[in-house]
């Protein structure tokens, strides 16, 4: 059974510009969420989605966004890119929202110059 | 909001040696506890969970504890191995209900277990 998809793998963004991650969660799980990983701050809670409603959202600024299509795949998107967004954006999955585990994906590294 | 504190940072542990990280959590809600290991380059992978309504787990060499008076959950992991060295996380959330029930993570130990 595949697991939780993320791509790319990598990114490379400069100052200012905006980027799409993407994520396909494993199949019949319809809830994903998203997680940010720095050094600095840990992992943290960006947002969750189930039936392509945001569940659940942590505490970043509006530049965070995310959405969930029909099929369950998931989107991030960050615009207005600063240099403290370089990190590595994880997203798990799970049946559903209230569940007990999850499984995640090997994350999107952003850099941004 | 929750608040897990996990300790130590870092650890050192010679192969077979024991190995114990211990975590603290703020929120008495939380009733659901994972453990993740992180390799180098991939993303945290489930290693043992346990429910608020439980007192300990053991998989094999790894065992996890939870306190529910005291807050504080440990992993015990057993006959170390040099494929056991990566970062381990410890984690807390509100299974089971609606609205804020997130993964809340401490901050992280990274194991070495030297051959």
């Known amino acids: 059974k595949a697991g939780v998809t993320q791509t790319p793998r990598y990114l490379i963004k400069t100052r200012g510009q905006q980027v799409t991650l993407s994520c396909s969660p494993i199949s019949g799980h319809r809830s994903v969420s998203w997680y940010q990983q720095t050094p600095g701050q840990g992992l943290q809670f960006l947002f969750e989605y189930f039936s392509e409603t945001q569940r659940n959202k942590g505490n970043f600024p509006g530049r965070f966004s995310g959405r969930q299509f029909s099929n369950s795949r998931s989107e991030m998107n960050v615009s207005t890119l600063e240099l403290g967004d370089s990190a590595l954006y994880l997203c798990?999955?799970?049946?559903?929202?209230?569940?007990?585990?999850?499984?995640f994906g090997s994350g999107t590294r952003l850099t941004v110059v | 909001g929750e608040n897990v504190e996990q300790h130590p940072s870092t650890l050192s542990v010679q192969e077979g040696d024991s190995a114990v990280i211990k975590c603290t959590y703020s929120d008495s809600a939380s009733n659901y506890f994972p453990w993740y290991k992180q390799e180098l380059g991939k993303g945290p992978q489930l290693i043992i969970d346990?429910?608020?309504?439980?007192g300990e787990k053991k998989d094999q060499r790894i065992a996890v504890t939870l306190n529910k008076t005291a807050k504080h959950f440990s992993l015990h992991i057993t006959e170390t191995q040099p494929e056991d060295s990566a970062v381990y996380f410890c984690?807390?959330?509100?299974?089971?209900?609606?609205?804020?029930?997130?993964?809340?993570f401490g901050t992280g130990t990274r194991l070495t277990v030297i051959p």
């Open positions: 798990a999955s799970s049946f559903t929202v209230s569940d007990y585990g999850y499984t």
């Open positions: 984690a807390a959330k509100r299974a089971g209900k609606t609205g804020a029930n997130n993964l809340f």
């Open positions: 346990i429910r608020s309504n439980v």
